[in-house]
């Protein structure tokens, strides 16, 4: 069974600078995706980023970026010029590329903005 | 613009009592997912549904909830009789599964989640 591991449940950062959260994950398969998503406290899901396993090349949504090993099976989250509103709870996630479409979830990184 | 919708928002109740939350999946979308988010056990998947059928539930337990599709556009998920330990947050999310021959690559398809309802059980 495929699990997903973030071992930082809390942390802070200084606005304007940057942080990475750490995810990684175990699956005996070799094509799947990977996910962050954002839960801010209004509670709505939102998705940062996706990479897809096959692509080498990491993938980058504007201040957000990640480091994708696949053979160290780890996927961290870069958020550069952090903003007060990225203050949220940060879910790392797996999903299989097989017809089972269910979404495995971290346990999150609570991340804190400092002004 | 679309987007999940989700009913109630929150709901407070009694032990014992009947729970029924309501999930409207987009329009055109062909699956569907309940999840549950505790702060001990995160977001678990409960069941999820592919047009109407139901594809897994291994994640719910079987003697109190129970999860349904009555036509495309509403899925429910019950809970008789409530627990304190039921209090979460459940979350509802509906995407497009395309045909999949397993020759190929599959298009992604992205989950979207509804505002989720926070259940708390008294």
């Known amino acids: 069974a495929q699990t997903v591991t973030q071992s930082q449940p809390e942390m802070s950062v200084q606005e304007a600078e940057t942080v990475t959260l750490s995810c990684t994950y175990d699956t005996s398969e070799s094509d799947y995706y990977l996910f962050w998503y954002k839960q801010p406290p209004s509670r709505q899901m939102i998705l940062v980023i996706r990479q897809e396993a096959y692509k080498q090349q990491n993938a980058t949504e504007n201040r957000f970026s990640v480091n994708f090993q696949k053979a160290a099976k780890s996927f961290s989250l870069k958020i550069s010029d952090s903003q007060l509103g990225d203050a949220a709870m940060y879910f790392c996630?797996?999903?299989?590329?097989?017809?089972?479409?269910?979404?495995?979830f971290g346990k999150g990184t609570r991340l804190h903005i400092l002004p | 613009d679309a987007r999940v919708t989700q009913t109630p928002r929150d709901k407070v109740t009694e032990m014992g009592q009947e729970v029924t939350m309501r999930c409207q999946p987009i329009?055109?979308?062909?699956?569907v997912f309940w999840y549950r988010q505790t702060m001990m056990q995160g977001l678990e998947l409960l069941a999820y549904?592919?047009?109407?059928?139901?594809?897994?539930d291994s994640g719910m337990p079987k003697d109190r909830f129970s999860a349904e599709m009555p036509d495309a556009t509403l899925a429910t998920l019950k809970i008789q009789p409530s627990e304190p330990r039921d209090s979460a947050v459940y979350f509802c999310a509906s995407g497009l599964a395309r045909p999949y021959s397993g020759r190929e690559k599959r298009t992604y398809n992205e989950q979207f989640f509804g505002p989720g309802t926070r259940l708390t059980v008294l």
């Open positions: 329009l055109g979308h062909n699956t």
């Open positions: 549904f592919r047009n109407r059928a139901p594809l897994d």
């Open positions: 996630a797996y999903r299989t590329m097989n017809r089972d479409d269910k979404i495995i």
